[in-house]
């Protein structure tokens, strides 16, 4: 197509923020910081490579994902563990907070509740910031990779990505068949993930992650949690995906409890308020 004479000056138009986010709720980070300080283990999860695994969190708790053997991405998903339709909406924690998440932002939950599930506390990559390339570490912009795209562009029957290393552990966590679990598996916090966009083309990309054995990404629980999370076959996602070639490691998960009284005042946020009339 021909530019039309204007173009340039239709490019140059500045931007205009979508969701600007300085009216969202702020979380109390210093109370927050005040009660890590004296919280006890209580449970943990080896997440094997390749594989996935649930774990529960009750709303108060921190939890804590670890690289603990090398460099391992991992796609978490979260749950109401009272109620799977509330789950992880990675689109709007996106227009909410940007591509990548980082301490101090949230996980938000699906309509029609639109709530903080979990605020970062803690994350060991955020000096990574934005690389060169326009990377940046524990993504909402990608999937997950899954046996459909696989079988799309690739004619492949790949059992271990992590769309079904996810539903596999969900079945098993939640006690349902896995038809049942596949239909609440969903787009996912791309955990240690080092991911952007091609500016030539747009492309979704990834590169090896910055992450190393001893880094972690902490949260605090805002409401009582039922989280899987896959050791990604792709392992550091420098080369590839959804195949048994890369180098893969497993995560662990540690969930920890305050002492008594250490969250005073906190409570679980609400559910959205809209009245849900929907204009009629």
């Known amino acids: 197509m021909t530019k039309p004479a204007d173009a340039a000056a239709r490019q140059a138009i500045e931007p205009v923020i979508c969701y600007p986010n300085d009216t969202?709720?702020?979380?109390?980070?210093?109370?927050?910081?005040?009660?890590?300080?004296?919280?006890?283990?209580?449970?943990?999860?080896?997440?094997?490579?390749r594989d996935a695994a649930c774990f529960r969190v009750a709303?108060?708790?921190?939890?804590?994902?670890?690289?603990?053997?090398?460099?391992?991405v991992g796609d978490l998903n979260l749950w109401n563990a009272?109620?799977?339709?509330?789950?992880?909406?990675?689109?709007?924690?996106?227009?909410?907070?940007?591509?990548?998440?980082?301490?101090?932002?949230?996980?938000w939950s699906s309509f029609p509740h639109l709530r903080p599930m979990a605020t970062v506390t803690t994350d060991t990559l955020g000096w990574y910031g934005i690389d060169p390339y326009g990377g940046s570490v524990?993504?909402?912009?990608?999937?997950?990779?899954?046996?459909?795209?696989?079988?799309?562009?690739?004619?492949?029957?790949?059992?271990?990505?992590?769309?079904?290393?996810?539903?596999?552990?969900?079945?098993?966590?939640?006690?349902?068949?896995?038809?049942?679990?596949?239909?609440?598996?969903?787009d996912v916090l791309n955990v240690f993930m080092c991911t952007g966009f091609t500016r030539d083309t747009g492309q979704y990309f990834m590169k090896a992650s910055p992450v190393r054995p001893g880094d972690y990404l902490e949260f605090l629980a805002e409401i009582d949690l039922l989280g899987a999370l896959s050791a990604c076959p792709g392992g550091d996602c420098s080369s590839e995906h959804s195949s048994d070639m890369a180098a893969c490691f497993?995560?662990?998960?540690?969930?920890?409890?305050?002492?008594?009284?250490?969250?005073?005042?906190?409570?679980?946020?609400?559910?959205?308020?809209y009245d849900r009339s929907h204009g009629r």
């Open 24 to 49: 969202l709720p702020t979380p109390p980070m210093a109370l927050y910081d005040a009660a890590r300080k004296g919280a006890k283990k209580v449970a943990e999860v080896l997440v094997p490579a």
């Open 59 to 72: 709303a108060g708790q921190f939890f804590r994902i670890s690289s603990v053997e090398g460099s391992q």
């Open 82 to 107: 009272n109620d799977l339709c509330e789950k992880f909406y990675s689109g709007k924690t996106r227009a909410l907070h940007g591509t990548h998440i980082t301490t101090g932002e949230r996980m």
């Open 138 to 186: 524990h993504d909402v912009i990608g999937t997950r990779c899954d046996p459909y795209t696989g079988n799309l562009l690739a004619g492949t029957q790949y059992h271990h990505c992590c769309h079904s290393n996810l539903t596999r552990a969900l079945a098993f966590g939640a006690g349902l068949s896995l038809v049942e679990a596949e239909k609440h598996v969903h």
């Open 250 to 273: 497993p995560l662990l998960v540690e969930v920890f409890e305050p002492e008594p009284g250490a969250l005073e005042g906190w409570q679980s946020p609400p559910h959205n308020q």
